[in-house]
């Protein structure tokens, strides 16, 4: 039974339809761009409109291990009819379709990239299994929980809130190379200076560990300044050794409570954070919800010409943020009203979209000439300074 691999099976898994290789051909008249290049500009992005595993399979070719970043929303299988697509597609060819799909961006991927796929509880644990069949299980990095309603759906006695956001990488460890996050004003909050250090604002962090890997050297007794002597807590060691202790000591970078009797922590300076590290939960009140989201597609559109499934800005922009940097190459390919290209356009980064429907047409090319001419005022725009 060891090392045996366990897969999803579904009917028609095997039946698999030969994707014959399509040239793209550009609409040279629909090509757009700012009439002279600022210096965040980029002028070689791509829409293209068609099914996604034929435009992918098309890409293969010129991009095959070059995107940084994949971001897909594919439709959530509720059974629900949207007024620019349907989502409700049989189990089973929903599946099918997703793990053409996989194939296909894993081939894309930089051996450095990663996968973001939003989806909620309908299909998320069938999509976790199959992501493994394709990624591989050590490929899994995790599986982020965003907040995407303000308030309980007043229809249902338990009711859901949040969207699952599943991230792969093409090699394992992914998550060691994504960037920290910009330390927010909510957190630097926990920075203070009660003892008037000269390096300014701290906050205290606790440095016990577990015991099953521990030394000799992590179980020692710190003398706080009042005498008292603290071991480590019950069951607990020191995640640092003596030595390194004492000279944290000596560098003022211990802290032992206000009363100089309390077990001790680190001091943790501001100014010497790069940044912050991220969690897999994400509250609506950094990346925002459902809601803004509909509010910042109405602001494009108007109210009359709504599309009903956006994802908000600054979602993507922590997406964005974690793992890619500027000039990187992010690819979506179920775009929906372009966010992930307006939000990639605004922060610098290349990006391919692909969509089969008649928004492409009716919202993403409205959308994104207002991002090209700075037109586009909302979403993300004034805090990235676009
Ligand atoms: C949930 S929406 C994406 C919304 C998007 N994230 C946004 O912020 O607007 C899913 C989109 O996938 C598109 N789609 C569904 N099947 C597709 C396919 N086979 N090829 C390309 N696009 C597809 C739908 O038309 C729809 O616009």
Known sequence: ???????????????????????????????YHAPTRSEQAIFDNRLIFGDNLLALKALE????????????????????????????LEHSIWLALMRDCLELIKRLLADDGSLWITIDDNEVHYLKVLCDEVFGRGNFV??????????????????????????????????????????????????????????????STDFTGMTGHATASQFYKITAPNG??????????WAISELTFEKLLQENRVWFGKDGNSRSRLKRFLSEMEGQNAWFWWGNDEVAHNQEAKKEINAL????????????????????????????????????????????????????????????YTHIIPRLHKVIDGTDQGGISKVVNW
């Not at 995790?142 to 009711?159: C, E, F, I, M």
């Not at 859901?160 to 190379?177: C, E, F, S, W």
């Not at 008292?228 to 060691?237: I, L």
């Not at 559109?301 to 922590?318: C, H, Q, S, Y």
């Open 1 to 31: 039974m060891k090392n045996q691999k366990l897969e999803l099976t579904w009917i028609g898994k095997d039946k698999r339809p030969k994707l014959e290789a399509r040239i793209l051909l550009e609409d040279a008249a629909k090509s």
């Open 228 to 237: 008292k002597k603290h071991p480590p807590p019950e069951g607990r060691c």
């Open 142 to 203: 995790a599986n982020v929980v965003w907040q995407k309603r303000t308030s309980p759906d007043n229809r249902l006695r338990l009711g859901n809130a949040h969207d699952h956001i599943l991230v792969y990488g093409k090699q394992p460890l992914i998550h060691q190379k994504f960037n920290q996050l910009e330390i927010g004003e909510a957190r630097k909050k926990d920075f203070k200076n009660p003892d008037n250090d000269p390096r300014g604002a701290w906050a």
């Open 301 to 360: 559109f108007g109210a009359k010409n709504p599309f009903d499934t956006p994802k908000p800005e600054r979602l993507m922009k922590r997406i964005l943020e974690l793992a890619t940097n500027p000039g990187d190459l992010v690819l979506d390919s179920f775009a929906g009203s372009g966010t992930t290209g307006a939000v990639a356009h605004k922060m610098g980064r290349c990006w391919i979209m692909v969509e089969l429907g008649e928004h492409c």
């Open 61 to 88: 070719q010129e991009f095959a291990g070059r995107v940084k970043c994949v971001f897909i929303d594919p439709p959530y299988n509720t059974g629900s009819a949207f007024a620019h697509y349907d989502d409700g």
